[in-house]
């Protein structure tokens, strides 16, 4: 049974406003090749919710009238999703900067290599923001299955024969790190330095640069801090460590998240919570039909005790460390 998480109405976090929409970040679907410890979306191989074409037809319009530079695809797995490259072709058409948010290990799925998966992010120059948890194989199985680590080194091996990595190839390539347990992450550009040293020592690869998240107290990670009777003491570290000059930069403020129906929500965290984006335009839930051609700056953003885990040390957000 799921341990059931604290969900306060009321919070003391600092109240917050949008600024400029830059990133769209978009939800396709929950369905993913694997079952990670720290997953806040619960995503697995037996999820079966899915962004139909109709609402990523809704996107690409959100697109072409607002200021967002950026489609940010996440899941699950959003290449395992039926509208990931039709969004990405498209977006790519609009002149819209396109980022990937890949488990490296579908790069290896049979039916994805036959399919050229990897080739066709090359292609259209689609950003990849890849979860590698740790640089050893121990840590990397244990929090996300057996054998992981090895498939996630053939998966970025293949994007670095494609070019990903490469200095002047503009073909980026992010991996993203966070902590085993209920700790804050370790400074940011040090790690990177470690990653760099082992990933390219050992296994010859090439990445350029690394992106530290704090674990959120959500999801399947804060069912498993509860069961544990570790939720109140995790919740304690990420208060005492809240630094006030990282609310400027969260990327609530310049980011909304849309989930696989097309509702929105002031981040992908609130968007597990249930947590909608509030707008005085409109009464009861906002849908992204609704906010086409709006300007959302100045909107207040929904928050709650686990926004802590943004702020805490050095800043956490989908662009790694705040400072």
Request: glycine share 10%.
């Amino acid at each position: 049974m799921r341990a059931t998480l604290p969900l306060l109405e009321s919070t003391d976090f600092p109240p917050l406003r949008r600024a400029r929409l830059e990133t769209l970040q978009v939800n396709v679907g929950y369905r993913c090749n694997q079952s990670c410890l720290h997953c806040h979306v619960n995503a697995g191989p037996r999820r079966t919710e899915e962004m139909s074409l109709e609402t990523a037809d809704l996107v690409l319009e959100f697109l072409r009238t607002s200021r967002a530079a950026t489609l940010d695809l996440t899941g699950g797995a959003p290449e395992l999703h039926a509208p990931f490259r039709y969004l990405v072709d498209s977006a790519r058409g609009l002149g819209v900067h396109v980022m990937d948010r890949c488990n490296l290990t579908v790069l290896e799925e049979p039916d994805q290599v036959e399919a050229g998966l990897a080739e066709f992010l090359a292609a259209r120059r689609v950003e990849i923001v890849a979860s590698l948890p740790c640089y050893e194989e121990d840590n990397v199985d244990r929090q996300r299955g057996k054998g992981v680590f090895d498939r996630s080194i053939d998966g970025l091996r293949r994007l670095n024969r494609l070019g990903y990595g490469e200095p002047g190839s503009g073909l980026q390539l992010q991996l993203v790190f966070n902590p085993q347990g209920p700790v804050l992450p370790p400074p940011q550009r040090g790690l990177e330095v470690e990653y760099r040293r082992s990933l390219g020592e050992r296994h010859g690869v090439r990445f350029n640069r690394l992106l530290v998240l704090a674990n959120m107290p959500i999801g399947r990670f804060g069912s498993r801090l509860v069961s544990r009777r570790e939720f109140e003491p995790y919740m304690a570290v990420l208060r005492a460590a809240c630094r006030e000059d990282n609310l400027e930069t969260v990327m609530c403020r310049n980011l909304i998240s849309v989930d696989w129906r097309g509702y929105v929500y002031d981040c992908d965290f609130n968007q597990m919570l249930g947590l909608g984006l509030r707008s005085p335009a409109v009464s009861g839930r906002v849908h992204l039909s609704d906010l086409v051609g709006r300007d959302l700056a100045g909107n207040p953003i929904a928050v709650r005790d686990h926004c802590y885990g943004c702020t805490a040390g050095q800043g956490s957000s989908c662009g790694g460390a705040l400072r």
